[in-house]
């Protein structure tokens, strides 16, 4: 990607505008309300389908936890591992979309919870992918050049 953001939402730091929207996006998952017309056991695709999408959440809810700790700890690390499990539930939220169009029966209400939360969590992909590339580029700038350990004449093995 070369475009890069340089800040979130042009006012607020990338670093800030992380830790903002990993508490958002924990937000968004918190409140979804959880589905109710499903049986507690697992010999059916619908039931199979609802742990698949539950465990995918608590993975999201993890990755934001994660971009969180990033954030504040200046991590690139765990704004990786945010990204990866935020790219997870974007790749599968189009099936549970529909599970719960056909499935589960939720109302507009909740759809459009769920989708104002992935386009919330699109953008702050990208700010997530722009802080990513600034930590790693303060971690090479932080690097000290060998050439400056090494004195004239010295050795080192």
Same mark, same amino acid.
């Given at each position: 990607?070369?475009?890069?953001?340089?800040?979130?939402?042009?006012?607020?730091?990338?670093?800030?505008?992380?830790?903002? *929207?990993?508490?958002?996006?924990?937000?968004?998952?918190?409140?979804?309300?959880?589905?109710?017309?499903?049986?507690?056991? &697992?010999?059916?695709?619908?039931?199979?389908?609802?742990?698949? &999408?539950?465990?995918?959440?608590?993975?999201?809810?993890?990755?934001?936890?994660?971009?969180? =700790? =990033?954030?504040?700890?200046? /991590?690139?690390?765990?704004?990786?591992?945010? /990204?990866?499990?935020? &790219? $997870?539930?974007? $790749?599968?939220?189009?099936?549970?979309?529909?599970?719960?169009?056909?499935?589960?029966?939720?109302?507009?209400?909740?759809? *459009?919870?769920?989708?104002?939360?992935? /386009?919330?969590?699109?953008?702050?992909?990208?700010?997530?992918?722009?802080?990513?590339?600034?930590?790693?580029?303060?971690?090479?700038?932080?690097?000290?050049?060998? *050439?400056?350990?090494?004195?004239?004449?010295?050795?080192?093995?």
């Amino acid at each position: 990607m070369i475009f890069r953001l340089k800040k979130c939402c042009c006012i607020i730091s990338l670093r800030n505008g992380c830790m903002i *929207s990993a508490l958002i996006l924990l937000f968004f998952q918190l409140l979804a309300v959880p589905i109710r017309n499903t049986k507690p056991c &697992c010999n059916n695709f619908e039931s199979i389908l609802l742990i698949i &999408c539950r465990i995918v959440d608590i993975i999201h809810c993890i990755g934001c936890l994660m971009l969180f =700790a =990033a954030s504040y700890l200046k /991590l690139s690390l765990l704004v990786l591992i945010f /990204l990866v499990t935020n &790219c $997870l539930r974007a $790749l599968l939220f189009p099936a549970f979309l529909v599970a719960e169009i056909l499935i589960w029966n939720v109302d507009i209400f909740d759809l *459009s919870f769920s989708i104002c939360g992935l /386009l919330l969590s699109i953008y702050f992909w990208i700010v997530a992918y722009a802080y990513y590339y600034k930590c790693q580029e303060e971690v090479s700038a932080d690097e000290i050049p060998e *050439s400056i350990l090494r004195k004239k004449g010295s050795s080192l093995v």
